[in-house]
């Protein structure tokens, strides 16, 4: 007998069944598997043993021990393992010598069914000379030893049963077992006990994967029955795994069934309405025949999100900003605003480029974003970029990524670039028109090919990205002094977008200049800040705004730090001549609001100003866009 008494799994509970002689046998023994199981002795037999079983509840045991006709009655009628105890040719030699030493002349040996065929071919060996019975049932085993002892048989050898009914018909009794083959049914049953506890630890094991896996996954046997599925499977299949293990899976979900590859391999299919890649693969061990089906179900909007995962930037990289604006936050009812949000919703329902013109501050990131919000991919990555900000050499690698060791300083492991962490997402590239000449031919290939190719290596990577790009710039004159290429024109091009200027939204000033004031919090509603606002509105109004909305806020901003307690505005009435103290460029700096002369001259300077940001601060280009000389745009400059 095993005396293993470390044990990865709980002791085995092992039932021995039997009464009278049996049970003494059991009772004899029973004290040298208390390190290695738990043993259990159980002295009634038949329906008695079956009721005592089904009232265990948590107690039933792993395995049963029992004999002859008992043995038999509950294997055929409970669903646990049932060892037999097995005479074996040392005991029929045994108990028959003992038998012949007791003085017995006629002897018996009756056995529960037939007599196994070992027995009678030992008998037969050694001479033996002896009668052969046997029975089926306790009522069968009694009519066996009357019918015996009237033809003259005085000793019985035979199981307890037997035994009992021989010696109360007044004849000789010799128990048939001995204690070596009850050992060694009870070290069988601890080895089947010890399977059965691992096979139960490997089914709770592999139960807990499953039921921590995200897709859908069936386990099938070979005839296409449940064994095994996910928690994510038995949500498809609208079920509990308890309720569908052991059953068809066509009868559980035919619909489900109908979709799975008859052979290994894999399809994209439609179940319930929702588009799943179904892969099925052979189960069983290797170089074995299959003994079943593994069947997965990956919804297919899993894939593009472990896409993303898997090119998602490693710490310490450059992540992605979510798109907090939307078509919400464009503020305005005039006509032309009216007319954008239509078509940011026309455009937001492709995935064409677009290109975005409009004057500094008038917006354009803010467009940018909501056609992200907008779009397809407005769960992907929003990845913008000024390509007026960086040099030439590390704009590039910023847009392309690089890897290790492709330049001095380069960090360890490489770096993707924007493109790659936008992977299905949106690129927004503002100020274009500042891109260098020797970059724009790599940005052409990525809108070509939808490809890019880190600095320093030479494998392509491909890219699903949205591209959307921004200038304050006149492109096509970029174009002619060959600033800006003719072809990355066109591919920007497709899709065009004109932002008005703020001096163009003359209806929106009240609504814009009172949500602006609301957001500095300075004031409890827009109605007040409409108030606060209202004398001076016509003033709003009548300025050219060169820094457009940008420019607005900054002013609104100014107005709330005054309205705070202690300011120039706290508990007094906003007026023109109040707001020109505050913001002095609305009235030309010398405080005489809307005189024509005055409103002229701010007029040329806001022509200047706008004409400098135009030609990115040369004052030579811009006196020959305006056609004055340098010596009046400074004097210009200075009066401002």
Known sequence: MERAVNTPFPLPRIWAVGISRLGALYRDIAAAYDPVANLTLVTRGFEEALRDL??????????????????????????????????TGFDVMHALARARREGSRRLALVMHGETPVEVLRFCTVFGIDVRHASYLSAEDAEGCVLDLRDRGVDAIVGPGLVTEIAERAGMKAVFLYSRASVQAALDTALEVARATLGERARRRRLDQIMQNLRDGVLALNAQGGIEAMSARMAEMLRCTPSQVIG??????????AAVVPAVPGESLESVRGASYLVHRSVWGDPGQAPVGALVTFQASVAMPRLDRSVRAPQRGQRAS??????????????????ALRQRVLRYAATDATVLIRGESGTGKELVAQSLHHASARRDGAFVALNCSAFPESLLESELFGYEEGAFTGARRGGKPGLF???????????EIGEMPRALQGRLLRVLQEREVVRLGSGEPIPVDVRIIAATHRPLLERIETGEFRADLYYRLNILNVA?????????????????????????????AARQILNGVLPMLADYRWPGNVRELQNVIERIGVELAPGGALAGTRLTGERLGGIAPELIGGDRRAFSLKARARRIEIDEIRTALAGCGGDRDKACAVLGISKTTLWRRLREA
């Not at 045991?61 to 060892?83: C, E, F, M, Q």
């Not at 790659?420 to 503002?430: C, P, R, S, Y």
């Not at 932002?499 to 109605?527: C, I, K, N």
Request: net charge negative; proline share 7%; glycine share 6%.
């Open 247 to 256: 059953r068809q899976l066509a009868a559980v979900a035919p619909e489900i």
């Open 321 to 338: 900003s979510p798109a907090r604006y939307c078509l919400d936050d464009m503020i305005g009812e005039c006509a032309a605003i009216a």
């Open 54 to 87: 089904e009232n265990a509840g948590a107690d039933r045991p792993d395995v049963i021990v029992a004999a002859g006709s008992n043995g038999n009655y509950l294997k055929t009628r409970v669903d646990i393992p049932v060892v037999l105890v097995t005479p």
């Open 499 to 527: 932002l008005p200027p703020l001096r163009e939204r003359g209806t929106d000033m009240a609504l814009l200049a009172s949500h602006l004031l609301l957001r500095t919090g300075r004031v409890a509603s827009r109605e």
């Open 420 to 430: 790659e962490i936008a992977h299905h997402g949106t690129v927004f590239l503002d």
